[in-house]
């Protein structure tokens, strides 16, 4: 399974760093909605769900969390560390989010506007969402 990291390239100088992300050039996808989770409970996982078109990247833009990715067959743990370092999420990728630090901030940049009905929250379901694209795709 195949985790698509970004690294950002900062504009640094003596005043400190600076990220700029241009949908194009940067960011893979038209950005239509942009959110932000802070103030995460000690403990919590969040997340959970898939999604049938929806294409994010997340980036830990304050402290640190884990990601736990799953394309229905496998697997991974990615951690987010730096500003810098934006994960991209595909549709089809069933995610929870984790290991929050004090005072983390994830941002979200996604490629659509919020749609309840573009989620697959049942894990049966997204297992098979998945084998039915990958027999029809
Ligand atoms: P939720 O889907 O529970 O977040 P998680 O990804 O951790 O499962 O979202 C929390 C609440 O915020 C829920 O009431 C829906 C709302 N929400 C929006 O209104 N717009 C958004 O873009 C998102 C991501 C969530």
């Given at each position: 399974?195949q985790?698509v990291?970004?690294?950002?390239?900062p504009h640094g100088?003596?005043?400190?760093?600076l990220?700029?992300?241009?949908?194009g050039?940067?960011?893979p996808?038209?950005?239509?909605?942009?959110y932000?989770?802070y103030?995460t409970?000690?403990?919590?996982?969040?997340?959970?769900?898939?999604?049938k078109?929806?294409?994010?990247?997340?980036?830990?833009?304050?402290g640190?969390c884990?990601?736990?990715l799953?394309?229905?067959?496998e697997?991974?743990?990615v951690?987010?560390?730096?500003?810098y370092e934006?994960l991209?999420?595909?549709?089809?990728?069933?995610?929870?989010?984790?290991?929050f630090s004090?005072?983390a901030?994830?941002?979200?940049?996604?490629s659509?506007?919020?749609?309840?009905?573009?989620?697959?929250?049942?894990?049966?379901?997204?297992?098979?969402?998945?084998?039915?694209?990958?027999?029809?795709?």
């Amino acid at each position: 399974m195949q985790v698509v990291k970004y690294m950002f390239q900062p504009h640094g100088d003596d005043r400190g760093q600076l990220i700029a992300l241009e949908e194009g050039k940067d960011i893979p996808f038209a950005v239509r909605r942009i959110y932000y989770m802070y103030e995460t409970a000690d403990g919590v996982t969040r997340g959970y769900h898939a999604h049938k078109h929806l294409q994010q990247i997340l980036v830990c833009i304050h402290g640190s969390c884990k990601i736990r990715l799953d394309n229905g067959q496998e697997s991974k743990v990615v951690s987010l560390e730096k500003p810098y370092e934006g994960l991209y999420v595909a549709n089809t990728m069933w995610r929870e989010m984790f290991d929050f630090s004090p005072e983390a901030v994830l941002l979200v940049l996604a490629s659509e506007f919020y749609d309840e009905n573009d989620y697959i929250r049942d894990y049966d379901e997204f297992l098979s969402f998945v084998r039915k694209e990958a027999s029809n795709p």
